[in-house]
């Protein structure tokens, strides 16, 4: 049955994971930690960059429920802004590599040919490399920042959207369906945009989702370097790097940021795995 818009595959999807219990306690973490991450100016009970040396390292309690670090700054509002740092560069990245990734592979699968084995060629040698390398590249040509590790998150993750994309539309393209609108004189672009896209486009939201949760992992980890986020601004690995130094003094400090990393990714990876089994496209992601 074919996919016709976005709207439909909200219907068929979403409602289905939250039905089960994984899916409701996954589904349910995530809405809050979005929520948490947009107010999270208002949330927050205190700056997240304001210092109190004479407070330094102060052990969980109140007011600071998760206590401070070595600046006396208060660490549940460092990992509450955190959450919209890791979050925000991490959604934004998927966007934009799946985004350039549904483009690139949808027109090698649909045209095929000379472009498709240059695409292709491409995209193999780059899915070579682990996704830590080629964001480590990317960021020490460019430099450190938000920005950079954005692009270089969406650059690491771009061949498995092409890749997924690809084999996605060169399968659609054996259907029935497909066949009759090419024989009534169909445009390609009509045929791409009206037919192949929306019926290839379920996989790649979901797998989508699922980069997400590695995103969120790849940005700590940039972050831990010191290639992520620059001070003051929080993020969940930037956090843990400076806590490193305080490990046995205040351990609190990087414990907290990465409970909040561990937990985001299962949540993630539970609720993809719901939408997966709503969708009943394992026997698709397999094949691509």
Not at 14 to 27: D, K, N, P, Q
Not at 75 to 90: D, E, F, W
Not at 160 to 180: C, G, Y
């Amino acid at each position: 049955m074919a996919i016709r818009s976005l709207d439909a595959f909200a219907r068929m999807s979403i409602g289905r994971a939250f039905a089960s219990g994984v899916g409701l306690v996954a589904g349910g973490f995530l809405i809050l930690l979005v929520l948490v991450a947009i107010f999270a100016p208002w949330i927050a009970p205190f700056d997240y960059a304001a210092q109190n040396l004479m407070n330094a390292n102060a052990a969980p309690g109140w007011p600071h429920l998760l206590g401070t670090d070595e600046f006396g700054r208060d660490v549940l509002s460092r990992v509450i802004h955190g959450a919209r740092t890791s979050l925000s560069v991490s959604a934004t990245a998927i966007a934009i590599s799946m985004t350039a990734g549904m483009t690139l592979g949808a027109a090698a699968g649909y045209f095929g040919g000379f472009f498709e084995r240059a695409v292709m060629t491409v995209v193999d040698l780059t899915w070579s490399f682990p996704d830590i390398l080629i964001a480590l590249i990317f960021v020490a040509i460019i430099g450190p920042g938000l920005t950079s590790t954005t692009f270089a998150i969406a650059i690491a993750y771009l061949a498995q959207f092409t890749r997924l994309t690809r084999a996605q539309i060169v399968r659609l393209k054996r259907e029935t369906f497909i066949e009759a609108t090419i024989n009534l004189g169909a445009k390609p672009s009509h045929i791409l945009l009206r037919h192949l896209m929306p019926n290839a486009i379920a996989p790649v939201i979901v797998v989508g989702m699922l980069a997400i949760g590695d995103g969120i992992v790849l940005e700590a980890t940039l972050g831990f370097f010191g290639l992520g986020a620059q001070p003051p601004t929080p993020s969940w690995g930037a956090m843990m790097s400076s806590g490193t130094a305080q490990l046995f003094l205040s351990p609190w400090v990087i414990i907290f940021p990465g409970v909040a990393v561990a937990i985001t990714v299962i949540a993630v990876n539970l609720f993809g795995d719901e939408l997966i089994r709503a969708l009943d496209i394992r026997d698709r992601l397999r094949g691509a």
